[in-house]
């Protein structure tokens, strides 16, 4: 399933949704950096290269503790593998519901952008302890 959103939408969704007083500290950030991580590689039965994909989107988790979005050409350079490659296990962790795929349109014109992040479903299975 993909949505597609305005890209001043979405930079303006992720300033709105928490107060400032609500945010949370970098601490709680490192924590669930770190209880993803531990999920990933531990708990998730997933080739290597997947468990990667999702390690580096995990690692652009927003200060504010919400889901980070990731290009293709980011996920490509942390990774060192050929976005055509990258499409593949993307499609893969998006059937298993790991993974959020939105396409934005660029103001002005020129192709979509495909942006990737935790989905919702992986991100309330972690913060909630397995």
Known sequence: MHHFIPVPDLFAS???????????TPAMTSQLRLRLADHIVRRLQLPALLKLMLLVIANYIEPN???SRVTLDLLSRNS???????KLLLVSLEARDLIRKVTVHPQGGGPTIPLYSLSPNLLRTVQHGD
Do not use: A
Not at 14 to 24: E, G, I, K
């Open 14 to 24: 992720v300033h709105n949704r928490f107060p400032s007083q609500l945010l949370p």
């Open 80 to 86: 060192n593998l050929d976005p055509e490659e990258l």
């Open 65 to 67: 503790g919400s889901q």
